[in-house]
T-cell receptor, first 114, second 115 residues
């Protein structure tokens, strides 16, 4: 099955700096790569996603890049703000049997220091 | 995207008892997914529930412990049976939405504490 590795497990940045979180996946059949933000006690919220037919996607301060050859994708947050502090999860989706399934990375605790 | 109502939001249960968690979706969806998130950990898929057929369980999860119902295209339940303190976790349901560009959304979660 799919295996998703995520690094780093914790990341502290100064407000205004950039943050980068990296993930690798094992199954070349995976074709959808979402990123979720989870604040304490809340559900995971989709913040950005990318499909295997594009290499980069941007939404305001957030961008995701995908390298299919190397099987890795990254989340980039620019001009970080204290409200960006949360746990971020990457995931990869592939078809398994009759269903598509998400496999999650282990998560990154991002802390933005004021 | 689809909107999911999940309940209960939290519960404290005695060991040996069972708890049923419900998820109601505001639109018809083919697949529903149940996840467990242990404290400080990532999300682990328990099973995939397709309407009209038995759920498909991931390695390490069995139907006797986590029976699932999927009576229609908008509703599913997960039961945590014969609970022990090790079952204390957050349980989340999720659905796939959208065609052709699909995505996944989550219920608000059930925080279960077994004492």
């Amino acid at each position: 099955g799919e295996n998703v590795e995520q690094h780093p497990s914790t990341l502290s940045v100064q407000e205004g700096d950039s943050a980068v979180i990296k993930c690798t996946y094992s199954d070349s059949a995976s074709n959808y790569f979402p990123w979720y933000k989870q604040e304490l006690g809340k559900r995971p919220q989709l913040i950005i996603d990318i499909r295997s037919n594009v290499g980069e996607k941007k939404d305001q301060r957030i961008a995701v890049t995908l390298n299919k050859t190397a099987k890795h994708f990254s989340l980039h947050i620019t001009e970080t703000q204290p409200e960006d502090s949360a746990v971020y999860f990457c995931a990869a989706s592939m078809v398994r049997g009759s269903a598509r399934q998400l496999t999650f990375g282990s998560g990154t605790q991002l802390t933005v220091l004021p | 995207s689809a909107v999911i109502s999940q309940k209960p939001s939290r519960d404290i249960c005695q060991r040996g008892t069972s708890l049923t968690i419900q998820c109601q979706v505001d639109s018809q969806v083919t697949m529903m997914f149940w996840y467990r998130q242990q404290p400080g950990q990532s999300l682990t898929l328990i099973a995939t529930a397709n309407q009209g057929s038995e759920a498909t369980y991931e390695s390490g999860f069995v139907i006797d412990k986590f029976p699932i119902s999927r009576p229609n295209l908008t509703f599913s339940t997960l039961t945590v049976s014969n609970m022990s303190p090790e079952d204390s976790s957050i349980y989340l349901c999720s659905v796939e939405f959208g065609r052709p560009n699909y995505g996944y959304t989550f219920g608000s979660g059930t925080r279960l504490t077994v004492v």
